[in-house]
């Protein structure tokens, strides 16, 4: 069956081999191909042209329909970005809480709708400033928090009733969402009022982003404990971000950055639903994380086939029945692996041809980034061109102001269907291996983006892949690389300072306060209860990040990965 | 090059700090075991003293460091004090990452051999990497 009258499919088949016949050779030889074989970054191959005929089985009211309405395709809402254009969000983050503090209130100041918090890799790590394992690293590429005391500060004259916020963290995401809880209760806003995102999603730790701490089984259970404590008291957070950007980032192709994603979203929707929790009570709080990459129809295409899988997953196999639980909601960033050190200006394009794919994918809050960050977190100015970016798509280009323009694109239809056929085949062989979980101890998807990324590399040194400025118009001159405004920070003064700071709180707190409440943790983490309000507690008696990870690590161990490569 | 004479040399591929931006030094490890080198990759979050240790326990030829995170200025320097220390400087060094140019200067100067910038070939990664063991190889007579 076929939304196509069967004399017209018959008719422009012939036409299309008629073509074929007499078209197309005179143009082949005069203009030969540029290659013999085209294809997308993630290696499908392409054809010359698309037609009624290759979206022929791909029937309209079930697999495309209209926006907000199931299968999803066209968007999570009726009338996208006509309503309200999507967030822009600005990943930032630097040396102490005070220089962040800044840097949130510039961003602000200049249109930015959202917050987003990047941590150093201490922080991010769940090690001190103080530790020698912190040396050289903190502040660098991003806020160092060790305590209360650095959020509080890098909040001041910030209302968190008004902005919400992300925080890019994982392993110690309870312990700086508690951070964040105990804020907004010292500014007197009330909890359900507050709104933001953790990212807190640890599968993809193992497979790509290499933040893990804890052994996958306990890292799931620990991330689902913030997942059940913030549904059920912070009603507007969401308190997972299931991420494929790191694992695009990492070298993976589209199909593999979805099905992943996928996969791992699958792994946490069976762990809660195996706690006793009904799928359609925290559901809807679960949100995504994609990248968008240099490709431009792969990634809208990969947009459109996420949103009408996850719909499918949710009701089909979890049996949600709620509307809310079945969109898939998702923030997005440009691909950081795409922009080049050379010739940095022409990032910004980059960028820009990224932004539009998202965009015209659908997402609900975007991150563009700066083209000066192949080297260092952004300069405020580089900040400022990308926020611009996105405020010229939004205000300028008109794509804000029509629903999933590219629907009905013969190829668009098509590459959505071929993403998709093709993720499944990567989510059925997970499945048959036992799940995400089990995938990622035996190191499957670690070996899967190995794998690509290698041929990628060689595919861009053969000349296959081609770089503007890499390996093709290429410049010799680094001035126009030694001219980039970079931003200026000291390391050393950084962590001096906040070593400093650290130091004065632990000084001023009720030492015996700390003690307990780290006894409680532990004490509740070996019982096997839910870790979050035990956190909260600690956090409160300022506690710091080191103290409450080691008081953990000491419960739940800690994960040594299986080298490949 | 003959397969025999770059069979010998040994590669150490170390990620130092604490950032496991791992696609870089695993493609370039790679890329030298297809070449025929001998390679050890030390994994993530590797403290300077680590691989300083690994080093000489395995008696590499060569050290080829990936650092993302920014941290390279001050985890190089410790790295090149403590090989100096432990009588190993005679390894030569490389360095790969998001190097700031202004940083290569003086990173060469703590004695580091080359800095690799993101888009450089492995071809070329290969070749330094060939020279600078089988130099080393002739210096110590083998």
Known sequence: MTDYREDFLKKLRDKVEKWERETLPKSLSRYPERMERFTTLSGIEIKRIYTPLDIKDTHYLERIGLPGEYPYTRGIHATMYRGRIWTMRMFSGFGTAEDTNKRLKFLVEHGETGLSLAFDYPTLLGIDSDDPMAHGEVGVTGVAVDTLKDMEIIFDGIDLGKVTTNMTINPPAPILYSMYLAVAEKQGVPREKIGGTTQNDPLKEFIAQKSYIFPPEPAVKIAMDLVEYSVRNTPKWNPISISGYHIREAGSTAVQELAFTLADGIAYVRHLVERGHDVDSFAHRLSFFFDSHINFFEEIAKFRAARRMWAKIMKEWFGAKKERSLWLRFHTQTAGVSLTAQQPYNNIVRTAIEALAAVLGGTQSLHTNALDEPYRVPSEFAAKIALRTQQIIAYETGVADVVDPLAGSYYVEWLTDKIEEEAWRYIERIERMGGMIEAVRKGYPQKELTEASYRFQKEVEEGIRKIVGVNIFTEEDEEEVRNVPLLDIDPNEVEERQIRRLREVKRGRDSARVESTLNNLRDAARRGENIVPYILEAVKAYATEGEIMNVLKEVYGVWTEPIIY | ?142
Do not use: N
């Not at chain 2, 010998?8 to 170390?14: C, E, G, P």
């Not at chain 2, 696609?23 to 590797?46: M, P, S």
């Open chain 2, 1 to 142: 090059m003959t397969i025999t004479e770059t069979e010998r040399i040994k590669v150490l591929v170390a990620k130092l700090g604490l950032d496991g931006h791992d696609r870089g030094a695993k493609v370039v490890a790679r890329a030298l075991r297809d070449a025929g080198f001998e390679v050890i990759y030390t994994g993530i979050r590797q403290t300077p003293e680590q691989v300083v240790e690994a080093a000489i326990q395995e008696d590499v030829d060569v050290i080829g460091v990936s650092i993302l995170s920014g941290a390279h200025m001050t985890l190089m320097k410790r790295l090149m004090e403590l090989l100096r220390e432990y009588g190993a400087d005679d390894i030569p060094v490389f360095l790969g990452g998001t190097i700031p140019v202004p940083d290569i200067e003086p990173i060469k100067r703590m004695g580091v051999r080359e800095v690799f910038l993101p888009g450089t070939s492995l071809r070329e990664i290969v070749e330094m990497i060939r020279q600078a063991g089988l130099e080393r190889r002739k210096r110590r007579g083998w």
